[in-house]
């Protein structure tokens, strides 16, 4: 029988275990590829620690030739996996993982990733690189699904990224602030400022139609004529109109359809919509405007700039800032001195779909057709619009009966 080996302390030395010269320690195994590896240890009882965590790893199908496989390595992978995502949505996560992720954590070896190092990644886009939390968001939901590859592929035990952005939330109160309507008066302000302005009455059709129907403004950009049915008094809703900025190919425009099969729509067209579109129309037949567009073989797009080209969201948001901003100086030259007035707050496009939505609860629609109208695929959206609505609507019911009942003490 062959004498077993032994360390120079006499111990026996298990199969693959073998002792340096520099005295250290080293185990040796194959992975099913027929590839060598190796671990080491200055002690023999750190390499049977080390020992142990590779063969439960095998026990339990994780992958132990992971060593060089870093965090970009499965990432790649992701980008070669990942179906169903419109193109828009994907650029935009590549653009995420690339901007913040590849040359910081995504250097990182996956074998040696722990829950730490994600909240630790976190901190420092929030405090070093000053990324709102809706950014970080974002990156959250690239980095969760490449880390589940991992799992799936057995590089990893569980998915580390589980409740990382939660915890980071509710560690420094980082709540995404809550989308916020336009009051009745705000939005009164907006209206009247568009209609009586030289300078910005052609914009009035665009946004009127935003705050009449609650289209996203994708949906607004992406409407052709013959779309509209002035007969019928119907919006139909089939596609949106999306601008690509992170793509190789540069900037451009393209088609997509609804976010969700209830994005596609038949939404009521109002008499304030119905006149903001043959106001648009007259418009650009005064102005000898004519749509030059054709976008993935669509045409004749009812909201166009002066060249005949489609809008954009960026576009229509630089619109609503200048708007605001001219609007506000105009109520403050009017003011008298020391005059209390109420004045527009900073918005965007998105701010005016939830603005028809805030009026539509408001009015008591039944919830339902609430969501219908809006093309919310989960009830629950609607939900907690509608909650919190209401429960604005109630402080103030109960400020109006608080009022009558101290007029009634006088």
Request: contains cysteine; positive net charge; aromatic residues 10%.
């Amino acid at each position: 029988m062959a004498e077993r080996r032994k360390d120079n302390k006499g111990r026996v030395l298990k199969e693959n275990e073998i002792q340096r010269k520099d005295g250290s320690y080293q185990y040796r195994w194959r992975t099913s590829d027929h590839k060598r590896h190796s671990i080491y240890a200055p002690t023999l009882e750190e390499l049977r620690e080390k020992e142990q965590a590779v063969l439960k790893d095998k026990s339990d199908g994780i992958r132990t030739d992971t060593q060089k496989v870093t965090v970009n390595d499965v990432f790649d992978l992701w980008v070669q996996l990942k179906k169903g995502l419109k193109e828009n949505t994907f650029q935009n996560y590549i653009y995420m993982y690339e901007q913040f992720v590849r040359d910081d954590f995504g250097q990182q070896k996956i074998a040696t990733l722990k829950k730490s190092d994600i909240r630790r990644f976190y901190n420092r886009l929030v405090d070093d690189r000053n990324l709102k939390i809706a950014t970080v968001d974002n990156i959250h939901t690239v980095l969760h699904q490449v880390i589940e590859i991992a799992v799936e592929d057995g590089y990893l035990r569980n998915n580390i990224s589980d409740n990382a952005l939660k915890e980071l939330k509710q560690s420094r109160n980082l709540l995404i602030e809550k989308k916020k309507a336009l009051t009745v008066q705000e939005q009164e302000i907006f209206i009247e400022f568009l209609k009586n302005s030289h300078m910005y009455q052609h914009w009035y059709p665009v946004f009127a139609v935003m705050l009449g129907t609650g289209l996203r403004v994708g949906e607004v950009t992406g409407l052709t004529w013959e779309d509209v049915n002035f007969e019928n008094n119907t919006i139909s809703v089939n596609r949106t109109l999306v601008y690509f900025n992170h793509s190789k190919g540069g900037c451009y425009f393209g088609i997509n359809t609804p976010k969700t099969r209830a994005g596609e729509r038949v939404v009521p067209m109002i008499d304030t919509v119905k006149e903001a579109f043959l106001q648009e129309k007259e418009y650009q037949k005064e102005c000898g405007i004519k749509c030059n567009a054709r976008i993935d073989g669509f045409t004749d797009f009812i909201f166009v700039n002066r060249f005949g080209n489609t809008q954009h969201q960026g576009t229509l948001n630089k619109a609503l800032r200048r708007i605001m901003r001219d609007c506000n100086q105009e109520i403050l030259n009017k003011a008298k001195e020391n005059q209390q007035v109420i004045l527009l707050p900073r918005f965007s496009c998105h701010t005016l779909r939830h603005t028809f939505t805030t009026r539509l609860c408001e009015s008591g629609i039944n919830i339902k057709v609430i969501q219908s109208v809006l093309g919310h695929a989960d009830i629950s959206t609607t939900l907690d619009i509608y909650a919190d609505v209401t429960k604005d609507l109630k402080k103030a019911e109960m400020q109006t009966f608080e009022d009558f009942m101290n007029d009634k003490k006088m």
